[in-house]
């Protein structure tokens, strides 16, 4: 007995007897990666028939909306539970007030509509924040200088309501602004959208790691240098992630997400261990690309990184992965 427990002492107690072959090493295996764990992120852009490279986000490209539709398809027959959409805005269509957010025949609403036509066994989620449509590249309006809370809590309302009417299952708020899944709660299910589910981004951070992605709609040039930290959270804090999630699970998010991933484990594992909700963590395109570049280097074999790194959510308690390396991480899974 030590102070750990009935453990008993080397050399008739050998950890290493459990891992010498595969079959055992299955067997005592506590955390598995499976398809229906991945979320897989896609960009749209307009046009037809054209895919678009972006370059530091390799191996992922802006489609246009049949080529979504193809990838839709990809998704379901691999068994790929959720599709998240994302557009890339043409910048003559991003002014202040945003207001290509709430068209409901903009490029993500045309994109769901031409999805869900198919009648796939896959949810679509749609994220809500309004910098694919802003020209500064903020998340919400700017009144001298600051991103306003409440008018943007309105216009994300709005641009739930459009999403949720083009047959979005899963709005997946990405703003941070404060009091906005309850709002966004009361506005769908007053207009009959009772059944649309929430996942709210509920510990997001003001990471560096989000780089590519702004690249990839087009927003980084627009921030010009600037920054979230008004809205998105300090990377030094833990309790604060605690308060955060709380409230948005108090305001009716049916599943809360962290966000980046890899630097975050502690958090995806606090958060789980202390609410007990669907807890999905997001391997934002920092990581995603790190891990690419490692890689295009030969100093990482990719393929091992992302099993292992996919493994390591599992592990922290995640119940699901935004990631883009989703139709790859699960074809890799159904050839064993
Ligand atoms: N609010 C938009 C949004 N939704 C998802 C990401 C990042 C995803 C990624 O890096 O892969 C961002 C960028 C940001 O907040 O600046
Ligand atoms: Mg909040």
Redesign the pocket.
């Known amino acids: 007995m030590t102070a750990m427990g009935p453990f008993g002492d080397y050399p008739h107690t050998r950890p290493r007897r459990n891992r010498q072959t595969d079959w055992s090493r299955r067997m005592v295996r506590e955390n598995r990666l499976t398809v229906d764990d991945l979320i897989w992120?896609i960009f749209v852009q307009p046009g037809k028939s054209q895919r678009t490279a972006i370059p530091s986000l390799p191996g992922v490209d802006r489609l246009t909306i049949d080529l979504a539709v193809e990838e839709a398809q990809r998704a379901e027959s691999l068994g790929i539970p959720v599709l998240a959409l994302?557009p890339a805005t043409p910048s003559e269509l991003k002014t202040p007030d945003c207001e290509e957010a709430v068209n409901p025949e903009n490029l993500v609403c045309e994109a769901v509509r031409a999805i869900k036509k198919l009648g796939l066994n896959l949810g679509i989620l749609c994220?809500v924040?309004l910098?694919p449509y802003s020209s500064h590249g903020q998340?919400g309006l700017v009144r001298d200088g600051y991103v306003v809370n409440d008018e943007t809590v309105e216009m994300l309302c709005r641009q739930s309501l459009v999403q949720a009417q083009a047959g979005c299952d899963i709005i997946a708020p990405?703003?941070m602004m404060d009091g906005r899944i309850g709002e966004i709660r009361k506005a769908l299910d007053h207009k009959g959208y009772q059944h649309v589910q929430i996942m709210s981004y509920a510990a997001?951070y003001a990471s560096a790691?989000?780089g590519?992605?702004?690249d990839a709609v087009g927003?980084s040039g627009n921030l010009g240098g600037g920054d979230?930290k008004t809205y998105?959270m300090d990377p030094a804090n833990t309790d604060e992630a605690i308060r955060e999630v709380a409230l948005d699970i108090q305001e009716g998010a049916d599943m809360v997400m962290v966000?980046p991933g890899m630097p975050y484990l502690d958090i995806v594992r606090r958060v789980k261990e202390t609410f007990h909700q669907p807890t999905y963590v997001?391997q934002?395109?920092?990581e995603y690309a790190m891990l690419h570049a490692a890689a295009g280097n030969g100093w990482l074999d990719l393929n091992k990184v992302m099993l292992e790194s996919l493994t390591a959510f599992k592990r922290a308690g995640a119940d699901g992965i935004l990631t883009y390396f989703a139709p790859v991480a699960a074809e890799m899974l159904k050839s064993g």
């Open positions: 992120p994302f994220d924040a910098d998340d990405s703003d997001k790691f989000y590519p992605f702004r927003s979230k998105q966000k997001y934002v395109s920092g």
